[in-house]
T-cell receptor, first 114, second 114 residues
Framework: DAKTTQPPSMDCAEGRAANLPCNHSTISGNEYVYWYRQIHSQGPQYIIHGLKNNETNEMASLIITEDRKSSTLILPHATLRDTAVYYCIVRVAMNSGGYQKVTFGTGTKLQVIP | GAGVSQSPRYKVTKRGQDVALRCDPISGHVSLYWYRQALGQGPEFLTYFNYEAQQDKSGLPNDRFSAERPEGSISTLTIQRTEQRDSAMYRC????????????FGPGTRLTVT
């Protein structure tokens, strides 16, 4: 699996955009970039994923650089409920059976400040 | 619809006892994963099932840990002769089969070995 590098922590003012970076310089061509978050002691929650195009959904936007060596998760208007640990993951799809081993790192602890 | 469920939610056991942790995935999800999460760390992969087949058990720490999913639905993670270092949150996740499908996590079982 390609490894990812994320800053250990970030602060963001409530109502502002939160931009969470992730480096994955050894990513392979068929590996997806996934983002999950974990609020307090809950289970990780899927946010968004992409292969090479930028993606947007109701929760966030994902910007992937053209060389795919890094990406940024954008929460457009952060709220206090977005305070969580955010994990950037590069996922290997092993075969046609769809094996999806996921390796979590330590993530970025985002603190949204009132 | 119902999400991933796990039982028990909390388990306290004495060192040397065996424990069995249960995971009930989302209906129709053929892929099932077990993770272990220590405080302040991201989830650590333990094992993966596709239907009833255990396709990867590389994350199981030693032979005291085993998992099964005999009918391709409910899964049990068993830890024999528990040790204090086994204390952690054990999480289960399920997904549809194939690349591009996100994992849905259960609430976890908090295991404490005294």
């Amino acid at each position: 699996d390609a490894k990812t590098t994320q800053p250990p922590s970030m602060d963001c003012a409530e109502g502002r955009a939160a931009n969470l970076p992730c480096n994955h310089s050894t990513i392979s061509g068929n590996e997806y970039v996934y983002w999950y978050r974990q609020i307090h002691s809950q289970g990780p929650q899927y946010i968004i994923h992409g292969l090479k195009n930028n993606e947007t959904n109701e929760m966030a936007s994902l910007i992937i650089t053209e060389d795919r060596k890094s990406s940024t998760l954008i929460l457009p208007h952060a709220t206090l409920r977005d305070t969580a640990v955010y994990y950037c993951i590069v996922r290997v799809a092993m075969n046609s059976g769809g094996y999806q081993k996921v390796t979590f790192g330590t993530g970025t602890k985002l603190q949204v400040i009132p | 619809g119902a999400g991933v469920s796990q039982s028990p939610r909390y388990k306290v056991t004495k060192r040397g006892q065996d424990v069995a942790l249960r995971c009930d995935p989302i209906s129709g999800h053929v892929s099932l994963y077990w993770y272990r999460q220590a405080l302040g760390q991201g989830p650590e992969f333990l094992t993966y099932f596709n239907y009833e087949a255990q396709q990867d058990k590389s994350g199981l720490p030693n032979d005291r840990f085993s998992a099964e999913r005999p009918e391709g639905s409910i899964s049990t993670l068993t830890i024999q002769r528990t040790e204090q270092r086994d204390s952690a949150m054990y999480r289960c996740a399920s997904s549809l089969e194939g690349p591009g499908y996100e994992q849905y996590f259960g609430p976890g079982t908090r295991l404490t070995v005294t």
